[in-house]
């Protein structure tokens, strides 16, 4: 099928719709968001149109930083299990029946209907004293008495995980229903253990893909807000609960405007890099 150039300005017609959308929804707000962040912050949570940096230089701050750092650190940790678990349990999942494949990807998708409250409080429960998982390990003679493990890092890193552990898989599906099982039994058949045929064949062919799950899933735990608030103290709170908490209890929207251009310079920087990255794997 041979592809012709627009020749005259009617051609652009399906264009029109999706680029007034982006520009209506992300455009403006992203530009009125960069303004505020500029803005003076005046007495009583009031603030006055101004072009100040005051804003920005208090991402020097300390608070800032261990804040920023916190998020960064849990938002890697969480895209890297994810990924960890996720390759080989797709890896399986794409070797197995057709059937129990369909199962496994409905009870991914029923995962991805639950909201954030409905899997905060759910986990929040399971880690609780009086009917969390710790009674099942008093009966098992594991424990000598219940208790409750939140809130914790351990509970906030397990939630999230839960929570972005769907869309590991199904952005890991397709590249492994593709993927020619006859490499696999040609590195088998030279020798190479099934574990050794696994990271030797499969890891590899799925370089582009590993790179872009992990970015994805690193943005999505970077903007994750209400399971640290949930089931974590305020130290293991991230970058997107300073941000409300700064616009609508401390009443400082130009700082909380600051902080959200930042947040969102970093997931488009991420974003970029994928695409670069998949650009140059192209060109090889």
Avoid at 163 to 185: C, G, H
Wanted: with cysteine.
């Amino acid at each position: 099928m041979r592809r012709d150039e627009p020749q005259r300005l009617a051609d652009y017609g399906p264009l029109f719709f999706p680029a007034g959308m982006l520009t209506v929804f992300f455009v403006v707000p992203f530009a009125t968001m960069i303004a505020v962040s500029f803005f003076q912050r005046e007495q009583g949570g009031f603030y006055t149109p101004a072009f100040v940096f005051d804003n920005y230089a208090r991402f020097l701050s300390l608070f800032f930083g261990k804040v920023l750092g916190f998020s960064l650190f849990l938002a890697v940790a969480v895209a890297i299990t994810c990924v960890v678990i996720g390759i080989p349990f797709t890896y399986l999942l794409s070797r197995s029946a057709r059937k129990i494949q369909v199962v496994w990807l409905v009870a991914l998708l029923s995962i991805l209907s639950l909201s954030e409250v409905m899997i905060g409080f759910a986990w929040s429960t399971l880690f609780s004293r009086t009917a969390g998982v710790t009674n099942l390990f008093v009966w098992l003679g594991l424990m000598a008495q219940p208790q409750a493990l939140t809130p914790s890092f351990g509970a906030v890193m397990t939630a999230m995980t839960y929570q972005a552990f769907p869309y590991t898989v199904l952005v890991l599906y397709p590249a492994l229903v593709r993927l020619d099982p006859t490499l696999t039994e040609a590195a088998r058949t030279l020798g190479a253990s099934p574990v050794k045929a696994f990271f030797t064949v499969v890891v590899p062919a799925l370089r582009n893909t590993i790179l872009a799950t992990l970015i994805m899933v690193f943005i999505f735990a970077l903007g994750c807000y209400l399971l640290p608030q949930l089931l974590g103290r305020p130290q293991h709170w991230t970058l997107s609960v300073l941000i409300t908490d700064q616009a609508v209890y401390q009443s400082n929207m130009p700082f909380a405007a600051a902080m959200a251009v930042f947040l969102v310079l970093v997931s488009l920087a991420l974003v970029g890099l994928s695409l670069y990255a998949g650009q140059q794997r192209q060109a090889k």
